[in-house]
């Protein structure tokens, strides 16, 4: 969620997983995700608030934010629905709004800082080997000693 529209159902900065749903299984009080026009990938979740059936068969929705005074200008067609909203994670979003905004850079950084990680693990995963075999080997050479009578 990138704006305050669902607040305090789902605040900004949470992270939303939406399940593709049949259109005649959507109910008042869904919380839905639809694109703002089809074919545009812009995506916004708003509650249904009336399901109206049109002549031709088909439904549309109206939908509004929680948060919002009025019912949003356009009703939903079938064709934008994505899916109702199965659940969602409160902050996880932001840091997808990070990796979004700041990927160009971001992303190498991390996938170095990821390899440099796995090069100290094998080193040192290697080190503590070594070792162990040196104490192996300089114990085999250790005369025993003679037991007291």
Excluded: C
């Excluded at 049109?54 to 439904?59: E, L, Q, R, V, Y």
């Excluded at 009025?70 to 902050?91: L, M, N, R």
């Excluded at 950084?109 to 080997?129: D, E, F, K, N």
């Amino acid at each position: 969620m990138l704006t305050g529209s669902m607040e305090p159902t789902l605040p900004p900065g949470t992270l939303v997983v939406v399940r593709p749903t049949p259109v005649q299984d959507i109910r008042l009080g869904d919380v839905i995700t639809y694109q703002i026009k089809p074919d545009n990938p812009a995506v916004v979740s708003h509650r249904v608030i009336e399901v109206h059936s049109i002549s031709n068969g088909t439904k549309e929705f109206i939908t509004q934010g929680d948060n919002n005074q009025a019912a949003d200008a356009a009703p939903v067609t079938e064709a934008q629905i994505k899916g109702v909203i199965w659940y969602s994670v409160p902050f996880v979003g932001w840091a997808s709004i990070v990796v979004g905004q700041y990927s160009g850079w971001l992303v190498p950084i991390v996938a170095i800082g990821l390899l440099a990680y796995a090069g100290v693990m094998i080193g040192s995963a290697a080190v503590s080997r070594a070792r162990k075999a040196r104490r192996r080997a300089a114990s085999a050479q250790e005369p025993a000693l003679p037991l007291a009578d």
